[in-house]
Each structure stands twice: as C-alpha cells, then as structure tokens.
C-alpha cells in the first residue's frame, strides 16, 4: 500500500527511539499499534458494509426483475382470457353455434329396438 521497506521501518524505529527515548517508546509503539488496529478494523468494517449494500441492491434488482415479469405475465393472461370472453360473446350474439358444442354434450341413452334381447 505505501511500499515502505525494511530500511524505512528500521530508520523510523531508530528515530523514534531517539526523540522519545528508552522509557516512552513501548507505550508509544502500543498506542501506534492501537491505532493501527483501529484503522484496520474501520477498513474491514467499511468494506463489509459496502459489500452488504452491495449485495442488498443485487437483490433489489433482481426482484424488481422478476416482479415485472410476473406483472406482465399475468396482464398476458388476463388479455388472452379477456380476448377468449369477447370472442365467445360474440358467437353467442351471432348465433352461430360453436364447434365444440357437439364435442360437450354427453352421449343420449342407447335405444331399446333391438328384439333380440326379448323372449
């Protein structure tokens, strides 16, 4: 992230130990490493959120998506069976019978002329 090295670290280690001395340097080198602990977890904690939010608007999409297909799935269905309705409103009007009538009614009672059935 920064590419410091080995050399920048041991010239920053070298100088603190100078200006802060023997006695403050361990309780500054643990108040860097809490900060530096502290800056990492917000990071992480940034980055978490983000792919939370990230993830919650995927979804969004995807059921605004489907809710459209449904949507036009069933303004198709109710076209055809509006459609099927004024087609058959129609036929009823003009008085033409359907060809599916005959198709629908039952079969009438077999008919008893037959004499062989007698004795």
């Not at 001395?21 to 500054?28: F, I, K, N, S, V």
């Not at 990492?40 to 809710?67: C, H, I, T, Y």
């Amino acid at each position: 992230m920064f590419d410091i090295g080995f050399v920048e670290i041991l010239l920053c280690a070298v100088i603190a130990l100078l200006i802060l001395g023997p006695e403050r340097l361990p309780t500054a080198a643990r108040a860097a490493g809490r900060w530096v602990g502290g800056a990492k977890r917000m990071v992480s904690q940034f980055n978490s959120e983000l792919d939370r939010q990230l993830k919650a608007d995927e979804l969004r999409e995807e059921l605004r998506k489907a809710g459209d297909v449904s949507l036009e799935d069933v303004q198709k269905t109710v076209r055809d069976a509006l459609a099927e309705a004024e087609k058959q409103e129609h036929i009823i009007k003009s008085g033409k019978p359907s060809s599916k009538q005959g198709d629908d009614r039952p079969p009438g009672p077999p008919s008893e002329k037959s004499s062989d059935n007698r004795s």
